[in-house]
């Protein structure tokens, strides 16, 4: 989601026992991920094999991880876990609510009273704010009530 709120492709993909993924994006950033909490789901069932697992390569364009047997995990969520990985929850957080309201940077910076350029800032580099991360749960506790 950089600039024009894209995200770097994935450009690299080395996964080793049990569930850790060393992942390189197009921006230079690298990240270990573990997929611990995946393999739960009987989707990936066939993951749990160490040698299924290791076997991962680069879906089209970078925009996918896909092992052997047609099983995929998409860039997004890899990238939300790499930001976890870096240590910016804030952004994370930030990014599951547009999500899970469905916001363009737009339609997010309507709903908090901020710019355009304030949300694709805080959806890539900059840290969130307290107060933009209280307005965001804010906005899901009226959109609940």
């Not at 993951?47 to 052997?68: K, M, Q």
Request: contains cysteine; charged residues 25%.
């Amino acid at each position: 989601m950089m600039g024009v709120e894209r995200q770097p492709e994935l450009i690299g993909v080395k996964g080793s026992a049990p569930y850790w993924l060393d992942l390189r994006w197009s921006d230079g950033r690298e990240a270990r991920v573990d997929l611990s909490n995946v393999m739960v789901d009987e989707a990936y069932e066939a993951l749990r094999e160490p040698a299924v697992f290791t076997a991962v390569v680069l879906g089209d364009w970078g925009h996918s991880l896909v092992w052997p047997g047609g099983i995929e995990i998409g860039a997004d969520s890899l990238w939300l876990d790499s930001l976890s990985s870096w240590g910016r929850e804030d952004t994370r957080s930030f990014l599951e609510w547009r999500i899970r309201n469905g916001f363009s940077a737009t339609a997010a910076a309507e709903a908090l009273g901020i710019s355009r350029a304030s949300v694709i800032r805080y959806s890539t580099e900059a840290t969130v704010p307290r107060s933009i991360q209280l307005a965001c749960k804010g906005w899901d506790a009226l959109k609940a009530a």
